[in-house]
């Protein structure tokens, strides 16, 4: 009797203990960073942000931002993980840079020039993050060229903290990402 006793309150104590925590998180697990809960975005959803369709739009699912306006062009916002206070891409960079990669030689973008765009939090000095920003989207460039891509078709810049995804919260995690704008069609 006592033991079924002890095993029916265990089963009620896990049950409610199952049933307060938030979907998807263990209690032994430490909160995610922003940058891991967005995921690794396939060459279709890259392709998809960055070619129009004719339509007005502006969505953000799962780290995707796509703009339409004249200075912007198509752009899509991507979590490429770099070393602290580096341009030494981290391991699990890797996975996202093949998707975009691929995107690139898809064929409705095969033709298409673009701009990889660095963009920091506002932690540091202006003058640092917008150097460190260049460097990191100087560090995805040099990625590209080596699997192929024709480094005519990338230019590079570097915002630092100048135009961050979450102003009001300058630190966010969310805010240091790269950034590849679609230029349009090269030239003949």
């Not at 938030?22 to 998809?48: H, M, N, S």
Request: a positive charge; glycine letters at 8%.
């Amino acid at each position: 009797m006592t033991r079924n006793r002890n095993l029916l309150t265990m089963a009620l104590l896990g049950a409610c203990g199952w049933a307060c925590l938030p979907a998807g998180r263990l209690a032994a697990d430490p909160p995610a960073p922003r940058e891991a809960l967005q995921g690794v975005l396939t060459d279709q959803q890259i392709e998809q942000a960055l070619r129009p369709t004719g339509q007005t739009r502006s969505f953000t699912p799962r780290g995707l931002t796509r703009r339409d306006s004249p200075e912007a062009g198509q752009s899509v916002n991507l979590n490429i993980p770099f070393a602290h206070n580096s341009s030494e891409l981290k391991a699990p960079a890797a996975a996202q840079l093949q998707q975009l990669e691929s995107a690139l030689k898809l064929p409705s973008l095969a033709s298409d020039r673009f701009v990889v765009a660095g963009h920091t939090d506002a932690k540091g000095s202006a003058m640092y993050n917008q150097q460190l920003s260049l460097r990191r989207a100087e560090a995805v460039k040099r990625y590209l060229v080596s699997k192929g891509i024709d480094a005519g078709r990338l230019d590079t810049v570097g915002y630092g903290s100048e135009r961050l995804l979450t102003p009001e919260d300058p630190l966010d995690p969310s805010n240091r990402r790269v950034e590849i704008r679609d230029l349009g069609r090269l030239g003949p």
